[in-house]
């Protein structure tokens, strides 16, 4: 009876919050390296629920200081998504192709993953976090990477209930993010935690 009276309602509660979560921005902090891309077509079919973009991959960055550091040659950007009308990521992925001779990227594929969160504004900016699965530039960006996408569409990126389209404007960069305080002052007292057990022990 208790679970019925207030465990169910509970549980509902906390779909509904899940639900409304997914639908707001993750106001993503990017960090580098940072691959930038441009051109790109942002769509979304309603009635099939997917969203995909196509572009092209111009640069990467890696300093932060001046212009690039490295131009992609044959770059493309492509990221297909399953979202549904209420703008709950089912499942997805992207790619970024090119080469970067001058880092030996030469494979074709510099990145790709799996698409693992998103959220998007109503100014059209999509965000996603994704797992990296591969490509040349993996080992420089570890387990995971931050996508935005600013369709340069405001009129797009309010709902997910009508099929829209924003032709060959948006950019894109694709970079890690930048990890909250909370995470990095864990991550700080796990090296101080560490570094205090090593000179304890000598």
Known sequence: ????????????????????????????DLALPDITSGFLTVGYDAALQQFAVDGTAFSFEVDGIGGPDWQISDGGFALGAWIDNDGGLQLGSFTISGQIAGLGATSGTLLYGDLTAFGYSAAGIFEFIASVGGGDLAPMYGSSTGIIIDSWDPNIGGSFANSFTAYAAG????????????????????????????RSKS
């Open 1 to 28: 009876m208790f679970c019925r009276r207030f465990i169910v309602p509970l549980v509902f509660a906390l779909f509904a919050a899940f639900s409304l979560c997914e639908a707001t921005p993750l106001n993503l």
């Open 171 to 198: 950019t894109s960069d694709v970079a890690p993010v930048v990890p909250e305080p909370a995470s990095f002052l864990l991550l700080l007292g796990g090296a101080i935690g560490l570094a205090m057990k090593r």
